[in-house]
T-cell receptor, first 112, second 112 residues
Framework: GENVEQHPSTLSVQEGDSAVIKCTYS??????FPWYKQELGKRPQLIID?????GEKKDQRIAVTLNKTAKHFSLHITETQPEDSAVYFC???????????FGAGTRLTVKP | DGGITQSPKYLFRKEGQNVTLSCEQN?????MYWYRQDPGQGLRLIYY???????QKGDIAEGYSVSREKKESFPLTVTSAQKNPTAFYLC???????????FGEGSWLTVV
């Protein structure tokens, strides 16, 4: 089955800097890649997603890039703010949500 | 997101007891899921259900049971057979039309 690895496990940046989180997946048939943000003790919330027919997607300060050949995708946050501090999860699925697999998460800390 | 309600938020279980976590959604989603979250790990799928009266085991179903008698409800029972049940449990749902998974607020289960 699909295996998703996520790096780094923790990331600390200064406010205003950029943050990049990377994920790799094992199954070349995966075609949907969402990113979730989870604040402490709260539910994960979808912040951006990308499908395999697109190489990049942006939404304000957040962007996701996908390299299908290398089987990796990345989350980019620009102009980071303290409220960006949270745990971020990547995920990958092939056909439907039953086979969606999540990375272990990255704890991002943005220092003011 | 606000359409998925989990209860209780915090639950304590004694050794040998079964406990049931409630999950209700008013999003008219067909599919529902239960995930377990442990510190430093991603979300792991316990059970999922695509339609009423049908459900399937996920990656870590041992020691858990579910039912899907109504489209809106997908309760999870943590049985005494689950040897390490202390974790954060997330219920989720999704529609057929989109891959997006929406999560509930989660339930903290602690064995005392």
């Amino acid at each position: 089955g699909e295996n998703v690895e996520q790096h780094p496990s923790t990331l600390s940046v200064q406010e205003g800097d950029s943050a990049v989180i990377k994920c790799t997946y094992s199954d070349s048939a995966s075609n949907y890649f969402p990113w979730y943000k989870q604040e402490l003790g709260k539910r994960p919330q979808l912040i951006i997603d990308i499908r395999s027919n697109v190489g990049e997607k942006k939404d304000q300060r957040i962007a996701v890039t996908l390299n299908k050949t290398a089987k990796h995708f990345s989350l980019h946050i620009t102009e980071t703010q303290p409220e960006d501090s949270a745990v971020y999860f990547c995920a990958a699925s092939i056909r439907n949500n039953n086979d969606m697999r999540f990375g272990a998460g990255t704890r991002l800390t943005v220092k003011p | 997101d606000g359409g998925i309600t989990q209860s209780p938020k915090y639950l304590f279980r004694k050794e040998g007891q079964n406990v049931t976590l409630s999950c209700e959604q008013n999003l008219n989603h067909d599919a529902m899921y239960w995930y377990r979250q442990d510190p430093g790990q991603g979300l792991r799928l316990i059970y999922y259900s695509q339609i009423v009266n049908d459900f399937q085991k996920g990656d870590i179903a041992e020691g858990y049971s579910v039912s899907r008698e109504k489209k809106e409800s997908f309760p999870l029972t943590v049985t005494s057979a689950q040897k390490n049940p202390t974790a954060f449990y997330l219920c989720a749902s999704s529609s057929e039309r989109r891959n997006t998974i929406y999560f509930g607020e989660g339930s903290w289960l602690t064995v005392v």
